[in-house]
């Protein structure tokens, strides 16, 4: 069982920056594919961003790109999301989320462990 914990949320102006982290509890990320995923209220679960677990190559919904980073620390077992220039609009309770298959995925039901999340709240 693959647990994954995220920190690094809080309240930030508009224009800032933060950035979340994700640690899982065995050497996951040369097995999984690692994705953020996000869930404002009233909505369903929006993908943000994947970091696949051998290429390393990485995909970033068009709401983000060229804001949010995704990346890795084998090292440590931890995947990051820097995310900058921050908006109201980016305001949701972020969750990382591991998958097995070697296939890529941006729907949240495709993955098979996801961590309990942490608020990013944008003010304006």
């Known amino acids: 069982q693959v647990q994954l914990v995220e920190s690094g949320g809080g309240l930030v102006q508009a224009g800032g920056s933060l950035r979340l982290s994700c640690a899982a509890s065995e050497r996951t990320l040369s097995s999984y594919t690692m994705a953020w995923f996000r869930q404002a209220p009233g909505k369903d679960h929006e993908f943000v961003a994947r970091l696949h677990r051998s290429s390393g190559n990485t995909y970033y919904a068009d709401s983000v790109k060229g804001r949010f980073t995704i990346y890795r620390d084998n090292a440590k077992n931890t995947i990051y999301l820097q995310m900058n220039s921050l908006t109201p609009e980016d305001t949701a309770v972020y969750y990382c989320?591991?998958?097995?298959?070697?296939?890529?995925?941006?729907?949240?039901?495709?993955?098979?462990?996801w961590g309990q999340g942490t608020q990013v709240t944008v003010s304006s």
């Open positions: 989320a591991a998958r097995r298959s070697p296939l890529t995925s941006t729907r949240w039901s495709d993955y098979n462990y």
